[in-house]
């Protein structure tokens, strides 16, 4: 395993370029799963933690932004909630006020003193934060044009917001000198890795979970630069289906997994199939839950009614994918290869994940829902080079799209 740092050369201006004593707004992502109304701790927590205590222990005066869900949705809460779990992994008080930058907001701000940490609500309860516009008229909307007066710096740790041009995350660095937190910073170093650095070795990607068009795209993306995609998931069974096997497909009449994504993207995969498919590996095996509820397995070429529904990549799959990690001198991960949720279908998902952990290889697992699986099955982070906390900014990494906040936050 070797880890992604941070290099000297940064695009960015980081905490180590910051004054001493400063009044900081510092711009985190704690967005989370959020269960009978209270966010879930994750590791979104844990990193960006960090970020706060070095500014806090500096010194500094520590005023937080973040957001929570989408209005007129369920997961659209305060971040009361947050500032409790925060508070915990940094080992300090977190103070929180429920208001953004009204008058309220204004006054806990000018209460802090040096080393003390607030937080402030949920930024997407301002009406200006959200509609996505350039970055020269977010910094003047009264949002940014209200706090900004009170800060020296402005420091964003937010990557895995910062495919979003919202105010809170573009509209400051216009209006004060501003920072890459540490998250920021490694977050963009391993995200754009797979683009930005020369590998000598074979470079694998691993591709599943449940949205194709988001695999397809990064897969034509890195057509030029990857030399193996492992495929499992709902999108490695529409490329099987491409492939002539009668599997990906919807069984269930309410369910809507794989015919809609295969209208939109069969003549995409055909193409690629037709074009590159020595670059594409496919399952040669498959599971399922048999009538006794166990996993069955079944070899794809034995495959012959669209009859079940399949879970996971079979076990010789699994292991022919391990073979190919080991090999590998650098891994990226998107999307897992079976319903891991479900002990019974995590093998494909936990073999592949093991095979990187124990190989010496350049690795970044993404995805939300797919990092999960390290630690439900108990492996340790701290084997993987990078694990990512971005889900839509990864793959607009992958895809090779610029981030709103990244651009704002480079230096001129
Ligand atoms: N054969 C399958 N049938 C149904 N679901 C599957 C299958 N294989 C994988 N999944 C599901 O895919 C999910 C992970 O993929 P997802 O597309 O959500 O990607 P992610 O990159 O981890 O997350 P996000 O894009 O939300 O950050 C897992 O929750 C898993 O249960
Ligand atoms: O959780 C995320 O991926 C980011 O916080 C962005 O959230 P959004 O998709 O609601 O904009």
Redesign the pocket.
């Known amino acids: 395993m070797s880890t992604p740092t941070p290099t000297s050369d940064s695009a960015f201006d980081t905490l180590d370029d910051l004054a001493p004593e400063q009044r900081v707004l510092v711009r985190l992502d704690l967005n989370s799963p959020i269960e009978d109304g209270e966010p879930q701790d994750n590791r979104r927590f844990e990193r960006h933690a960090k970020t706060v205590r070095e500014l806090a222990e500096a010194g500094h005066r520590v005023v937080l932004l973040a957001h929570q869900g989408r209005p007129g949705r369920d997961d659209f809460v305060s971040l009361s909630g947050h500032a409790e779990i925060l508070a915990e992994h940094v080992g300090r008080d977190v103070r929180f006020v429920a208001d953004t930058y009204g008058t309220e907001a204004l006054d806990a701000i000018d209460a802090l003193g040096a080393g003390e940490i607030l937080l402030l609500e949920n930024t997407r309860m301002c009406d200006e934060e959200l509609p996505e516009e350039d970055p020269e008229t977010k910094a003047e909307t009264e949002f940014v044009q209200t706090l900004a007066p009170r800060f020296d710096a402005y420091v964003d740790d937010a990557y895995s917001a910062a495919h979003r041009s919202h105010a809170s995350l573009v509209g400051f660095p216009l209006v004060l000198p501003a920072y890459a937190g540490r998250v920021m910073e490694t977050e963009y170093e391993a995200n754009t890795a797979i683009a930005a650095k020369e590998f000598d070795g074979r470079v694998t990607m691993v591709v599943?979970?449940?949205?194709a068009t988001d695999v397809i795209d990064v897969m034509n993306n890195l057509g030029d630069t990857v030399d193996d995609f492992l495929l499992?998931?709902?999108a490695g069974?529409l490329f099987l289906r491409a492939a002539g096997h009668p599997v990906g497909f919807d069984l269930d009449p309410d369910a809507d997994?794989y015919d809609s994504q295969w209208e939109t993207n069969h003549e995409t995969v055909e193409e690629m199939l037709a074009e590159r498919g020595e670059q594409i590996t496919l399952a040669t095996d498959l599971a399922y839950e048999d009538e006794a509820g166990e996993r069955a397995e079944i070899d794809v070429d034995e495959i012959e009614e669209k009859d079940v529904s399949?879970?996971?990549i079979g076990t010789d799959t699994a292991e022919g994918y391990a073979d190919v990690v080991r090999d590998s001198e650098a891994v990226f991960v998107?999307?897992?290869?079976?319903?891991?949720?479900d002990e019974r279908f995590s093998v494909g998902t936990v073999t592949v994940l093991e095979a990187i952990a124990e190989t010496d290889c350049f690795s970044v697992v993404?995805?939300?829902?797919?990092s999960r699986a390290i630690e439900m099955y108990g492996m340790d982070e701290a084997d993987f080079g990078h694990v990512s906390i971005a889900?839509g900014a990864y793959?607009r990494a992958l895809t090779g799209q610029p981030l709103a906040g990244v651009e704002a936050l480079k230096r001129e």
């Open positions: 599943g979970g449940t949205k499992g998931g709902i069974e997994l399949f879970l996971d998107k999307g897992a290869l079976g319903v891991f949720e993404g995805g939300g829902d797919t889900g793959i």
